[in-house]
């Protein structure tokens, strides 16, 4: 009790009741139901509350109840405060009221179907009243738990993780948190079914959605959300995206002609820089490819195969993934960075060309790139024009690399050097670092930004004449400013590297 509760107040008590069966109301919440003073529910304007009828057999008759009626039932009000603003004005009408009684003496039995601080109507209670008077909240069964019950499917399994997403989130970003989602429960359907399904479809989701409506409750409805009539929906359904580990072995699920190939683009390190949607595609995919390195940052799933290979066998690698996608898999070719930039979507799509793939499906998700992670580091030096290059001769001679790098020196374009060093080679660097020379000042900032993202994180800003390039390898990322490419140090000693957006006129320009 604190210093603002009086010991002469009654009690306040956010009682939970479950998913709509008495049977399944606790035993401390019959007890407090049937020994309370005062009994509240909220109710809509048609005066009938499905709290007060899950707690009927525990009344006892002699108790005051207090029916909150909500003032309205759609977002539509005159209220000058609008939707909001008439619910607000409710709560703490109906929190009054509550509090006399509690003034009184009395205790005070705040009824709530479900659990009462799961998106439940009594915590509106609850932060009005809870630090004025003592209070005990009672747990509930919640609907995400008796939806899996009614189901028989487990939520969540081993590292799985379960997202509760409420249906009135905008389509947009209702597709975005399916999409990253391992297992899902979608909560406040109703008038917002359509939009969910539409969401669930976009996300891929939508064959291994369930509805459950009603559970436990009279009228109870199970079935594919794919063929719920979405006029039928009430409020108190959920849509029920359960556990991914497959009961059988993917081979058993698999059926000839349903696979597909997709690129995921999984940023410049771990999951941090995974969009939702390259999330889910990783999670949905009963098979991952690709270079062995990237493919440890992708976290493990139960029933999921992964084909790791060598860093020098893209063409391979991405036929084997055709391959798989032939036979039926679902298969996630998994590109650091992004796919587009350097990487595995070019391989794929040129495999992908010939006439033995051309049927298989294939799509590119796309990823942070390790350029545009490197320049959020140092500040914003990409802010103007920018050309990006590779400094590898693997598959192309020096001489077209040099020659790209006059072009864009002589342009006056920021540079976003790829693939600057590896063990061997090791002369690209001091090669570009002379050829640039010829056309920036030795003072022009570089950006040296190492395993950006990773846990050897290290980006240090240098001046080009002052280029080191036994300090640059393979993971290494180059960022050569422009003659307009600033480095300040600011008033924290940290030094930020920025290009104006602005370019100075003139005949050179």
Known sequence: MTEHQKPSTGRLYGVGLGPGDPSLVTVRAAELIGKADVV??????????IARSIAERYLTGGQIEEKLVYPLTVETTDHPGGYRGALDEFYEEAAARLAAHLDAGRDVVVLAEGDPLFYGSYQH?????????????????????????????????????????????????????IAAADSAVIMKLGRTFPTVRR??????????????ERAFMAGERIAPLAEVDGETVPYFSVAVLPSKVAPLEPEVRLSEGTGSVT??????????????????????????????????????????????SDNKVESERAE?????????????????????????????????????????PVRILPGMTAAHAAASRAGAPLGHDYAVVSLSDRLKPWGAVAKRLRAA??????????????????????????????????????????DVGGPTERVRIVRLGELDPALVDMRTILLIGSSQTQAVERGSGVEVVWTPRRYPEGPEA
């Not at 028989?152 to 975005?176: D, H, K, N, R, Y």
């Not at 669930?200 to 291994?208: I, V």
């Not at 050097?417 to 690209?428: A, H, I």
């Open 320 to 360: 084997y993934a055709l391959d798989l996608a032939r036979r039926g898999h679902r298969v996630a070719v998994v590109s650091s960075g992004d796919p587009g930039v350097f990487a595995m979507a070019t391989a794929v799509l040129e495999v992908a060309c010939e006439e033995a793939y051309r049927d298989v």
């Open 263 to 308: 690129v995921v683009g999984t940023g410049p390190a771990g999951p941090l820089w995974l969009t939702p949607e390259a999330r889910g595609a990783l999670a949905e995919a009963t098979d991952l490819v690709g270079y062995t390195t990237y493919l440890a940052r992708v976290p493990e799933r139960p029933g999921q195969r992964r084909h790791g």
């Open 409 to 450: 020196a002589e342009a006056d374009l920021v540079l976003a050097l790829y693939n600057p060093g590896s063990q061997s080679r090791t002369t690209q660097v001091g090669l570009a670092r002379d050829l640039l020379l010829e056309y920036r000042a030795p003072e022009t900032p570089v950006v040296m930004a190492r």
């Open 199 to 212: 969401a669930l479809e976009r996300a891929g989701r939508l064959a291994d959605a369930q509805y459950v």
């Open 125 to 177: 209670m609850h932060k009005r009243l809870a630090h004025r008077y003592p209070t005990e909240v009672v747990p509930g069964v919640t609907s995400v738990s008796a939806a899996a019950a009614r189901l028989g499917q487990p939520l969540t399994e081993a590292e799985e993780t379960l997202t509760v997403i409420p249906g009135t989130l905008p389509e947009e970003e209702l597709t975005a948190r």
């Open 40 to 49: 509240a529910y909220h109710s809509a304007r048609h005066g009938r509350s």
